[in-house]
């Protein structure tokens, strides 16, 4: 049946699964300078506010940081399985492997939601006025702060966004063992979200 | 055009990796607590890396991917670590 289908497919359909992979490669060195961008920023201003950054950075809860950061290691090993489980023809595994990675995104997200009320109930919101009472190195760090990790959040969001459509791609067989590419794009994209929080998380949470 | 790689990376070397992530993730906390100076960012940014390419390698398999794919990544690193050595050669002098 699916030698069937492959001919089939090779007949009818020209598919370039390397090119497209390379298309989505292309499109994570876009984000890799958008973010970069921001971590240059980050390195110029902790090297002039080294002291003020250690200080505002006691405000952040590193419990909240670990627990995320170990979420989205969790989701990026369910997202890699998930791909495996398909490819392996275990369509039901993989939707198990696909929807737990959805669970753990929107877990990371319901964190940030009280990390993030936290703050704004003690008046640290952009723009409040304790904020900016503070000293200009402790701004330039919640400013940084709120700036990338909020770009990374509305990523986490899209990153699930994505997923769920891969859900139901596979549940209606558009996406199963002999095409998978859009599976492992949206896995790529994924896994960049990860390694975003990797160096997001030393950097805001582990400072002295 | 039988480019597709055809590799199938096992549940066990996934798990694997996720255990390897974890320890760092628990050793990078626990070396933060600790007052290393102007060394502790040095440490955390290596762990940080040695983590991001675990995740790339393995996870988004460029381990088993054509060379073309780890030749691309490498040049977009490349690419912004000179972003960042020129900002830095420059804004060291500025003062």
Same mark, same amino acid.
Request: glycine share 6%; proline share 1%.
């Given at each position: 049946?699916?030698?069937?289908?492959?001919?089939?497919?090779?007949?009818?359909?020209?598919?370039?699964?390397?090119?497209? #992979?390379?298309?989505?490669?292309?499109?994570?060195?876009?984000?890799?300078?958008?973010?970069?961008g921001? !971590?240059?920023?980050?390195?110029?201003?902790?090297? *002039?506010?080294?002291?003020? !950054?250690?200080?505002?950075?006691?405000?952040?809860?590193?419990?909240?940081?670990?627990?995320?950061?170990?979420?989205?290691?969790?989701? *990026?090993?369910?997202?890699?399985?998930?791909?495996?489980?398909l490819?392996?023809?275990?369509? #039901?595994? *993989?939707?198990?492997?696909?929807?737990?990675t959805?669970?753990?995104?929107?877990?990371?997200?319901?964190?940030?939601?009280?990390?993030?009320?936290?703050?704004?109930?003690?008046g640290?919101?952009?723009?409040?006025?304790d904020?900016?009472?503070?000293?200009?190195?402790?701004?330039?760090?919640?400013?940084?702060?709120?700036?990338?990790?909020?770009?990374?959040?509305?990523?986490?969001?899209?990153?699930?966004?994505?997923?769920? !459509?891969?859900?139901?791609?596979?549940?209606?067989? #558009?996406?199963?063992?002999?095409?998978?590419?859009?599976?492992?794009?949206?896995?790529?994209?994924?896994?960049?979200?990860?390694?975003?929080?990797?160096?997001?998380?030393?950097?805001?949470?582990?400072?002295? | 055009?039988?480019?597709?790689?055809?590799?199938?990376?096992?549940?066990?070397?996934?798990?694997?990796?996720?255990?390897?992530?974890?320890?760092?993730?628990?050793?990078?906390?626990?070396?933060?607590?600790?007052?290393?100076?102007g060394?502790?960012?040095?440490? @955390?940014?290596?762990? @940080?890396?040695?983590?991001?390419?675990?995740?790339?390698?393995?996870?988004?398999?460029?381990?088993?991917?054509?060379?073309?794919?780890?030749?691309?990544?490498?040049? @977009?690193?490349?690419?912004?670590?000179?972003?960042?050595?020129?900002?830095?050669s420059?804004?060291?002098?500025?003062?």
């Amino acid at each position: 049946m699916n030698q069937i289908a492959e001919t089939l497919a090779s007949e009818h359909i020209h598919r370039d699964e390397v090119g497209a #992979k390379i298309g989505m490669w292309l499109f994570l060195f876009t984000e890799l300078i958008l973010f970069g961008g921001m !971590f240059l920023a980050y390195a110029v201003y902790r090297f *002039s506010y080294r002291d003020y !950054f250690a200080l505002a950075s006691k405000e952040l809860d590193v419990f909240i940081g670990l627990i995320n950061t170990l979420i989205l290691l969790t989701s *990026s090993l369910t997202m890699a399985m998930s791909i495996t489980a398909l490819r392996r023809g275990n369509k #039901k595994l *993989s939707l198990i492997f696909l929807s737990s990675t959805i669970i753990f995104a929107l877990l990371f997200l319901v964190n940030k939601y009280f990390e993030w009320s936290a703050k704004f109930n003690h008046g640290l919101f952009p723009g409040s006025n304790d904020l900016l009472s503070l000293p200009r190195g402790e701004i330039i760090y919640f400013g940084l702060y709120y700036v990338m990790t909020g770009l990374h959040a509305v990523h986490v969001i899209i990153g699930m966004i994505i997923l769920l !459509f891969m859900l139901f791609y596979i549940k209606s067989n #558009k996406v199963n063992q002999d095409y998978y590419i859009m599976l492992e794009n949206s896995g790529l994209y994924w896994h960049l979200v990860d390694i975003i929080w990797i160096f997001l998380f030393p950097l805001f949470y582990l400072i002295h | 055009m039988e480019h597709k790689n055809n590799h199938i990376v096992g549940y066990g070397t996934y798990i694997f990796v996720w255990l390897t992530l974890v320890t760092l993730t628990a050793l990078t906390v626990t070396v933060a607590s600790f007052d290393l100076g102007g060394f502790s960012i040095v440490v @955390a940014l290596i762990i @940080a890396s040695v983590k991001a390419l675990l995740v790339m390698l393995i996870f988004m398999h460029l381990k088993f991917d054509d060379k073309i794919f780890r030749i691309f990544v490498a040049v @977009a690193f490349l690419t912004l670590m000179i972003f960042i050595v020129l900002t830095f050669s420059d804004y060291s002098f500025i003062r």
